[in-house]
């Protein structure tokens, strides 16, 4: 299984930034997606996932301002972050669940976003 994220990057704050994820190795459609992020000196958390049904849920913090998606004919996953923050400042990975797993199974080799004030 392969997770190869892409988007992220140093944008100040108010702006936003795409975040893509590619899988391979998975049949795509059939597993939750989600990204999850870490800070220096924090705990990694979740950011949002997806179902297999396009149900998302998110992490409190970013509730109206990101927008989790999936396209299943390109096994990707995307994350659209608007009115970034400098506390959103983390390495952001996506991850792949089964619809029965408790808590993903393979993650993304990570990609930074930096939110300068």
């Known amino acids: 299984v392969q997770l190869q994220a892409s988007g992220g990057g140093l944008v100040q704050a108010g702006g936003s930034l795409r975040l893509s994820c590619a899988a391979s190795?998975?049949?795509?459609?059939?597993?939750?997606m989600g990204w999850n992020r870490q800070a220096p000196g924090k705990q990694r958390e979740l950011v949002a996932d997806?179902?297999?049904?396009?149900?998302?849920n998110y992490g409190d913090s970013v509730v109206g301002r990101f927008t989790i998606s999936r396209d299943n004919d390109k096994n990707t996953v995307y994350l659209q972050m608007n009115l970034l923050k400098p506390e959103d400042t983390a390495v952001y990975y996506c991850?792949?669940?089964?619809?029965?797993?408790?808590?993903?199974?393979?993650w993304g080799q990570g990609t930074q976003v930096t939110v300068s004030s």
């Open positions: 997806i179902s297999t049904g396009g149900r998302t």
């Open positions: 190795g998975i049949i795509f459609s059939r597993n939750v």
């Open positions: 991850n792949v669940r089964s619809v029965f797993g408790r808590a993903p199974e393979y």
